[in-house]
Structure formats: C-alpha cells, structure tokens
C-alpha cells in the first residue's frame, strides 16, 4: 500500500466520495486517477477494534439516525491503530481507474500491466520512448444513468483488419476539438473518429458492462446506454448528500453511553424482560449516570419509540418549529442551537412572520450515494449505493456555524399562491417541464413537489439574499448554503454558513439579521432581481428548457454555485419575486412602477397607435437619427416640439449606444405622451435596442426578441428617487452612502465583476452622479444606462433625472441666484465645489448628516468625473436649453430640449491604474481652482469618497 495523496475530510462527504474519480499527483510528478473505494474498505483499513460503530469518532444525530434507518455516521478515517504492535495510518483506500494508460509521446495507449513500473512503484513509463516518460490516464471512460463506471472500449472500438496480428493503439489529433481525436491501430492501420462515441444514445455498438470498481464488480442486466464523457466531467459524479440540523435532544448522549451495548440490545428488544437482564448484567455495572437498570430500560424503549416518530416524520418541520422560537435563556440554546428573535422592520410586516439571528447551529451531513450523469432532485434517479450489502452506518461529517432565518407571512403566501395569475403561471411551467420530460422519452408519474408557486419563491429569494448577503456577511457566496422549509405548514428558509472546525465561525453573517441591517439587505435582495443582463430572454424564460422548472433564471441573475443550493440551480423564477405582477414583493419595488406603453402594431410596413381622428391627417414621417450619433440625437429632439402627428422611421438607428437610446427614449417618450406619435415606417425596431428596455422607455409595445452583442451591459432602466431618498432618511444615511450600496449592482452588471478597476471606476462614476441627481435635482424619476465594449476598450455611462435642471438647482442657492442662463449653469455645474456651498438648500435634498467627512457634499463628484472622461474620451452634460460637450481639446454646445438634467460620458479604459494616480492629480487642481474662482469662504476641499476610486 502506497500513499498517493490527500483530501480534506468534508471532500469526502462531497465530490470526492466512494465511487468518485480523483486525481493525485505524485512525488515523481507522474499523474494518478483512481476510483474511491466503498464502505466495506473502510473497515479494512480502520483497525480491528474501530469498525462500523466501534469508531472513536462515532457522530449522532438521533433524527437523521432514524430517517436513513441507520445507528449512527463515520467521519472519514484518520490517525493511526495499533496492529501487532505496528503502528497503520487509516486510509481510504484507492483503485488506479481508468486502467487504460497514455504515452504523451508516442501517445500509444494500452492497460496499465502492459506499462513499465517505476522504482518506488508509484508510477507507470513508456519503455519505448526517450526519457522514459511517465503515461498518463486516458481521458475517455463510460458512464450510465445507473451510476456505473467503465473503462472506454479502446480494444472494441477499431475493427480491425483480418490479417492484424499486432493490434497496438495510438488516439491520435488529427484536428481540433473532440472530432480531431482519432483512435489508430498501428498493425492495420485502421482508425475510427472518437467523435463517433459521443452520442447521446450512448456508444455504438457498446452496451454498459455494469462496472462497479469502487465495490470490485459488474452488476449484470444493466439495459442503460453507456455514455462518453471526460474522466474529469462533472458529470461522473453527483453526490446525494442528506443533512439535519441538531435540535436539543437527548438520545444523542444516552446512545453514546450505550455504545456497543446498543447494537446487543437491539437483538432483544420485542422482550422486556430479558431486555432487563442484559441491561443488569452487561450495560448497568458500567453505566456513566444516575439511572437504575429499570430506568435505562424504559429510556431505551422512548427512545426507540422517539426513533420510530422520526423515520416517518418529516425533518424539517420540527427544525421550522426550533428556528420560530427564541432560544436565548433556555437550557436548548447553551449548545446545540441559539436562536435569537429579530423585530421585523416596518416596510417587511404582513409578508413576513419572523426573522431570527441564528448565533449558534450544528449541523450533521451524511453520504447516502451518488448519481452520475444527471443530478438526483427530488429522489429523482435513486442513487448507486455506497456498499456491496447495507450497512448500519454512513459517511458523515459535523459542522458548527451561524445564519439567518426568515419565515413568511402564511396567511399572505396562501392568498399569493391561490390568486387566479400565479396559478395560471404556475400550471404553465407543470406543462412545459411534463412537455420536456416526454420529449427526452421519460415518462413521469407525477410532478415534482417543488414545482409549486411557494417553494420557487422561497427558493429564488434565499438565492437572492445569498447573492446580497456575500457582499456584506465577509463570506463568499460559496460559502453560504441554502435550506428551505417549504410545504403547506411552512414557508421559510435558512441562509447559513458552517466549518468543521468545533468553535464554529465569526458571526458575520448573524449579525446581519439586526433589524437596521436586514431591511436595507432585504430591499436590496428584492431590487437586485428585477434586472438580469440577459433580459429579456432571462425574464421572458427563453434561458431556460423547461426540464430545470426553471422560468425566469440564468447565470446572470439568480443561480448559485451549486454547493449553496438545495435542488442544483432548479425551480427558480424572480417574476415571482419581483419585476413583475406576479411578484409576491412587488410593493417593495425600488424601482418606479412602469408607465402603460402605447402597442405599436409591426404586422406590415406601418402601424398605428390609436389617437385623435384630427392628428390622422397629413402624417409626416420623421427618420429617427442612428443611436451612435448623440449631437444628432440633440438636434432630433429639438426638431419633435411641435404638436403635428408623426409616424417614426426607426430604418436608420443601427448600432444601439446608451447615450443614444437614452436620449432618444426621452425625447420620443415626451411625444407618445403628447400623443402626436401615431405609428412608424420602416424595417421591423432594433432587436438590440428592446433588449435593453429602448422601447419600452419610449412607451412603445415592441415585441422583444434576441439581439446579437455582448453581456456587459446595464439596460436602459427607470429609478425612483422619492423612495431612495426615503430609504437614506428612514436608514440614518446620506445621500452618498446610500448611492454607493445603490449604484453596486448596477456598476457589476457592466464590469461582469465585483473585484476589479473597471468595478471601481464604474462604481464611483454612477455613485457621484446619482447623488447628484439625489442632492440637488429634487426630481421623482432617474434613468441609467451603460455599456462596455471589452473589443474596443470602451465604456459609455448615461444618466437622466427629471429634476428642476442644472439652473434650478444653482439658483437655489445665494450664490448663484442671478444665474439666469443655462449655459453660464452648466460649466458652473463642472467646476469644483460649486455643489458644495450650497447649504441654504432645503432639508428635502440634504440628507443625513455623518459622523466624519466621508460623505460631505464637496461637490468634487461632478468635476472629478467630468477631467477623467475628458482625458480618456468626453463628457457630456445637458439641461434646459443647452448642453456642453467637453473632450480633451474642445467644447461643444448647442441647444437642448430636456426638462431636468442630461450626463453621459464614454472613454477608454486601457490604463485605469494611471487613472488612480491622475485622481490626486485633478482633485489637487481642483481645490486650487476652488479657492481661486468659486468661493473663497466655501468648503473647497474634497471629500474623501470623491478622491478614492478604486478600493
């Protein structure tokens, strides 16, 4: 026995299981891949006196112990045992797979006895090449449905020629990709495409041998095809991981001091009496308590009583029970389980019942087998067993950590889930996943208990809140795991954290349960999930098939890695969670309610919108001017400020800019409102542009469909800044700070990131521009847009609020009240610490006062962002009458049409490191500028969030 390498025990409660295909790299550097063994080698390798229950390291779990009918769970082996007076490390014992081996050299491939063993035995070489060279595993092994695993058919797949007496196999590259491999018998010079084996009807020609090398046999009669795939797929292995959370109870100790005692029990417990004398005579002399022989004999039958309720109840409903009670000051929080009550935050009651910081929790996983090819959900397909024979114990493992728990509103989740439109929704995904399921040839009896409107929501919002949480818990999002309490008793989850390690983790992530910190959390769970950058086809649920019953869901919104997730990234729709009339939270909405479009019908080459039969007269067809051309874009809106009827011409609007389509969105919005927009002409609109939300900003019903183009980008969408700005009072926080936690989401959907320059930059541009927009536009509605093209090195950022404009807001101030032009307002407006002296403003834009400076209105934000387009690109700004246009050598102004205030700015980002060092740079500049010409008893020194960009 060699020893090849090593793995943490929680790997082997996991993706490293019996049955699993692992990778050790040895001391030589050679490559070994081998199949984890079963139960039964375990015992082999544990010592005479540690098998099955024996083992030192027993761990109870009295409930989950009676639902898997078992007696208790093995930790993975470790340390030593004494065997004839020679100390033996406990070993999991592992079996070389494949069998079949590869030379990178001569890229020969044969079985592993037909190789060169090394010296030290720990690795095979090709004698036949220079160097000797180490051979590798093949890459190729057959799996199917039914969980076995056997090696490729190498010897079978060539037919070879009747006269080939030297058979010998080289898998050759003859092109790229899977279709390039070829499989070569040097003796008769026959070949056969790898490609040809990856049929989804399995190998042809190839039936399963029903291998099993982690038990060391083949199980005959197995009807399923053998499928391809890579040794390293992550589709070889799924582990069937059942869980519990430990709840107060007292069985665990009393087995514990039965110990081997228990087993012997067993064996007479349908007789009392003779029960009560091995208890007298075996159990009793040795007894760790107070307890007589009577009386361990009538704990033994409560607890087998006890047992027999927890095989057929269900687990989690008694742990909803634990986690809706306040633990604190009872005898059932000092160890297993501290649970302390939160008060629910106003904006939250009626939709949800109770939340508590879980300070304290165990929880014990145990190993119940494995799937391959397809994840078990639901029980669906029955795992491959861990043993030969069953066993009276299973792999497991304890872990200690923290969380959070949140119950729903049952009265409000039954009202929710009986309404007529859920319903209705809900019987449509039924349908689309028993359509899918037909299709692939199965035939399903029923459907799935999960596909029901209670759990997708829950399901979706302890997505959503894991997604959140990680950015302000300090753990990763792989790190936070999922357990949903769902049934028509229960409408709750838990999102907690856990380590083996026995003193448990921080309480990071339970100290987000306090109620000033959940709510912010929670609206911003609930905001975050109505924009995915894959809208419309995530929302409209073109990203998914059908099979997952999922709707709306995709990577760029709600899935998580699946370690954190219950039912793999299955069963999951944020319609019903926000963004949408279906939407259980759709009252918590940060976003402003979406104003009712006008249909513009595309059936032929016009359409019409229903108006007034005097503006049927005489159309004038206007052309609508190409998104990338934004001062033609300006001088377009001017042109639309008479009130004859107009049909739109959207032939020419080409490639979609934000800049463009926000400023076109306004101005077009502005003249469908009017109602002097009675149709358009020309080719179908931009399939790109209502992707992004373009035309439903404009207030026209486009049909939406796939665009070509990239994913960094954030789509076109309206803010309301009435309920932001109620959220920084109610929340103690300044306009700043709350725009920064705001402006996150919005800065990742472009950068496609959190870490990062282009994170940064991104973050810090939207976070002073928005609070602008907060602080001085006193306007209801903002509306944001950007993109980034990684190809060109190009970033495009636009901002709109309906505020009193650039002019109204200086002349709010003493200073600047006899501003009368809006010309003079807007390179006013760019200059530093102008915003910054404006302390007559009313209480209504000034925010929450901060302890320290961080956050103080400065007025640098608009001035720092403006010199950092200009030198990578330009910066534009518009209100009122007029907008100015500055780059790195010239100003351009013209006239404006927009009510409110208009900035955008587009530059490069090929050096954002330089871009730090330049900050200190045009800050430092600024303060100067500040002194000499804005005000020489103003506050002209920058805060310290307008000078730091990147983190």
Not at 182 to 200: H, M, N, V, W, Y
Not at 734 to 748: F, K, N
Not at 795 to 824: A, W
Request: aromatic share 8%.
């Amino acid at each position: 026995m060699k020893d090849v390498g090593s793995i943490r025990r929680s790997q082997i409660i996991g993706p490293f299981g019996p049955g699993s295909i692992v990778d050790f790299r040895q001391p030589s550097g050679a490559l070994l891949s081998g199949v984890m063994q079963g139960l039964e080698a375990w015992d082999g390798y544990s010592g005479p006196s540690n098998k099955g229950l024996n083992d030192p390291n027993l761990i109870r779990e009295p409930r989950l112990e009676a639902k898997l009918a078992i007696k208790g769970f093995r930790p993975p082996l470790i340390g030593q045992y004494t065997f004839q007076n020679e100390k033996r490390d406990r070993v999991l014992p592992v079996r070389r797979f494949p069998d079949w081996q590869s030379c990178p050299d001569c890229h020969v491939i044969q079985k592993s006895g037909m190789w060169a063993p090394s010296r030290g035995g720990d690795s095979l070489h090709c004698g036949h090449c220079v160097g000797r060279p180490a051979v590798v595993p093949v890459r190729f092994v057959a799996i199917c449905e039914h969980g076995h695993l056997n090696d490729f058919p190498w010897d079978k797949w060539i037919n070879h020629k009747p006269d080939c007496e030297q058979p010998l196999l080289k898998l050759i590259t003859v092109g790229a990709g899977i279709a390039g491999l070829q499989l070569k018998c040097t003796g008769c010079s026959e070949t056969r495409s790898i490609a040809e084996a990856f049929s989804p009807n399995g190998i042809p020609g190839h039936a399963c041998r029903g291998g099993r090398p982690w038990l060391g046999d083949y199980e005959t009669g197995c009807e399923a095809p053998a499928r391809t795939t890579q040794r390293g797929a992550s589709n070889t292995y799924f582990p069937v991981v059942e869980s519990a959370i430990t709840l107060p109870d007292w069985r665990a100790h009393f087995y514990d001091r039965l110990g081997a005692n228990r087993s012997v029990l067993e064996d007479f417990d349908d007789d009392r009496d003779m029960l009560l004398r091995i208890i007298q005579k075996r159990v009793a002399p040795e007894w760790e308590g107070s307890e007589s022989a009577e009386e361990i004999c009538d704990l033994y039958f409560e607890a087998k009583d006890k047992d027999a309720e927890d095989a057929v109840a269900d687990l989690k409903l008694a742990e909803f029970r634990m986690l809706s009670t306040d633990t604190r000051g009872s005898e059932l929080g000092k160890k297993d389980l501290l649970n302390a009550a939160q008060e629910i935050p106003a904006p939250l009651r009626g939709l949800v019942s109770y939340i508590s910081s879980v300070e304290r929790l165990r929880e014990v996983r145990a190993l119940t087998g494995f799937t391959r090819l397809k994840a078990s959900v639901a029980g669906k397909p029955a795992p491959s067993p861990l043993s030969k024979s069953p066993k009276d114990w299973l792999p497991g493992i304890e872990v200690n950590g923290e969380g959070i728990f949140v119950a729903l509103d049952q009265s409000a989740v039954q009202t929710w889930e009986t309404s007529p439109a859920v319903e209705t929704h809900i019987r449509r995904l039924q349908s689309q996943w028993m359509e899918v399921k037909i299709a692939a040839g199965e035939n399903p009896s029923s459907l799935p208990a999960e596909l029901s409107a209670r759990y997708i929501l829950i399901h979706t919002l302890a997505h959503a809140l894991i997604s959140e949480l990680s950015l302000e818990s300090g753990y990763s999002s792989t790190s936070l795991r999922e357990r949903l309490y769902v049934d028509s008793n229960m409408a709750g989850l838990l999102i907690y954290t856990s380590t083996s390690d026995a003193d448990g983790t921080m309480g990071g992530l339970s100290r987000q349960a306090a109620p000033s910190r959940f709510e912010h959390s929670f609206l911003r769970t609930v905001s975050s999930q109505e924009l995915c950058s894959a809208d419309p086809l995530c929302s409209a649920g073109l990203a998914s098939n059908g099979a997952s019953g999922n709707h709306a869901a995709c990577h760029s919104c709600v899935f998580l890695p699946e370690t954190s997730c219950e039912s793999f990234n299955s069963f999951l729709d944020r319609t019903l969670l926000c963004s949408s009339d279906l939407a259980f939270f759709q009252d918590l909405s940060e976003g402003k309610p979406r104003k009712r479009t006008l249909p513009l019908s595309t059936n032929g080459p016009t359409a019409s919108i229903s108006a007034p039969p005097s503006h049927i007269e005489a159309v004038k067809v206007v052309q609508v001017p190409a998104f990338r051309d934004e001062l033609g874009v300006i001088e377009f809106g001017n042109t639309l400020r008479s009130n004859d009827p107009i049909k739109l011409n959207f032939g020419n609007i080409g490639f979609a800019t934000p800049s463009g389509m926000l400023l076109l969105s306004r101005h077009i919005r502005s003249a469908v409102d009017r109602g002097i927009v009675v149709g358009h002409t020309g080719e179908e609109p931009n399939g790109y542009a209502a992707n992004v939300g373009f035309f439903e900003q404009c207030g026209i019903d486009v049909p939406r469909r796939q665009a070509t183009g990239g994913d960094n980008y954030l789509p076109l969408q309206a803010v309301d800044l009435r309920k932001w700005r109620s959220d920084a009072e109610n929340g103690s926080l300044s306009y700043g700070e709350l725009a920064d936690q705001r402006v996150g989401r919005m800065a990742r959907l472009i950068a496609r990131d959190t870490r990062g320059n282009l994170f940064d930059l991104m973050k810090y541009c939207l976070r002073e521009i928005v609070r602008n927009a907060l602080e001085h536009g006193n306007g209801d509605t903002m509306w944001v847009t950007g993109q980034y093209w990684p190809t060109r090195d190009t970033v495009e950022l636009t901002i709109f609020d309906d505020g009193i404009g650039i002019l109204g807001s200086l002349q709010r101030n003493e200073r600047f009240s006899n501003i009368g032009d809006d010309l003079k307002a807007l390179r006013l407006a760019v200059l530093p610490s102008t915003s910054g002296v404006h302390k007559q403003e009313s209480s209504i834009t000034a925010g929450s006062e901060t302890t320290d400076d961080t956050w103080k209105n400065s007025g640098f934000g608009l001035y720092v962002t403006s010199q950092l387009a200009r030198r990578k690109g330009h910066f534009v700004i518009g209100s009122g009458s007029k907008f100015l246009r500055i780059g790195s050598s010239r100003y351009v102004k013209g006239d404006f049409s927009l009510s409110g205030t208009y900035v955008s700015m587009n530059f490069s980002v090929a050096d954002l490191q330089r871009a730090a060092a330049e900050v200190g740079t045009i800050v430092k500049k600024g303060e100067s500028i500040a002194q000499r010409y804005v005000s020489k008893d103003a506050d002209v020194f920058a805060s310290a969030a307008s000078k730091e960009i990147f983190q």
